[in-house]
């Protein structure tokens, strides 16, 4: 039985991590609001009952709804038998899963550092600041600390040589990155040696690979977490 997975259809955004892994894992899975389109979500958001989730993504397995990314991965990992089998150890992954979504929120913040209701343009100055101190003081706090997690395994994952959720989603953060930030993540490049070596080796996952060279992978886009504008990425 095919898991539905609920997300906005015209970007990559939160449900793109939710994706990665399912592709990388063969799980099988509808994305349901582009077979449908966005009307379909809200319809559907709005049907439910009882304890809903907040926003998308969410997924719908049977009779189980859940919302926030870390945990939809989790319980995916979970039922896959993909992550350790060890509640200490897979609590870990847990736990860097949820670093990943606090910094995908400061990565939104760089362009909507006011108000995620008002455009880009209404804040243009305020993102400009936000953005200068997100590549100074920001990501390399973050990307040391994901960086010393692979380190610590020593080896090519976070696990060792068995990847995992946080890996897919460390692959997705350092493509954006690359995709929201060219000439900072340039100029860094070798900064983060174990991190650019799960962005190099995760896409040779092989049901993955087929993903990523695929139509149904949506491009980073100005609508979406990860965006490029030139005068954020000033060096």
């Not at 906005?8 to 894992?25: H, S």
Request: charged letters at 20%.
């Amino acid at each position: 039985m095919s898991v539905q997975l609920w997300y906005w259809p015209q970007i990559p955004g939160r449900g793109e991590f939710v994706r990665l892994f399912c592709e990388a894992g063969e799980i099988a899975y509808e994305d349901m609001a582009r077979e449908q389109d966005a009307d379909a979500l809200v319809e559907h958001m709005h049907a439910m009952e009882g304890i809903r989730p907040f926003a998308p993504p969410y997924i719908v397995d049977g009779d189980i709804c859940i919302g926030q990314t870390a945990l939809i991965l989790q319980y995916l990992s979970d039922k896959e038998g993909l992550g350790s089998g060890e509640m200490e150890v897979d609590l870990g992954l847990f736990q860097l899963q949820i670093d990943i979504a606090d910094f995908v929120e400061e990565v939104h913040s760089t362009h909507h550092p006011v108000a995620s209701g008002q455009y880009y343009a209404d804040q243009m100055e305020a993102a400009y600041e936000k953005a200068h101190d997100f590549r100074a003081n920001r990501i390399p706090k973050y990307l040391i600390h994901f960086d010393n997690a692979v380190a610590s395994s020593g080896g090519l994952f976070v696990l060792g040589q068995q990847w995992t959720h946080v890996d897919t989603s460390l692959f997705h953060i350092m493509e954006g990155l690359d995709y929201a930030f060219p000439n900072y993540m340039k100029s860094m490049q070798g900064s983060w040696p174990h991190l650019e070596g799960v962005q190099a080796m995760v896409p040779e996952i092989e049901p993955l690979a087929d993903y990523l060279a695929s139509e149904h992978r949506i491009e980073f886009n100005e609508n979406g977490i990860f965006r490029h504008y030139d005068e954020l990425d000033e060096q």
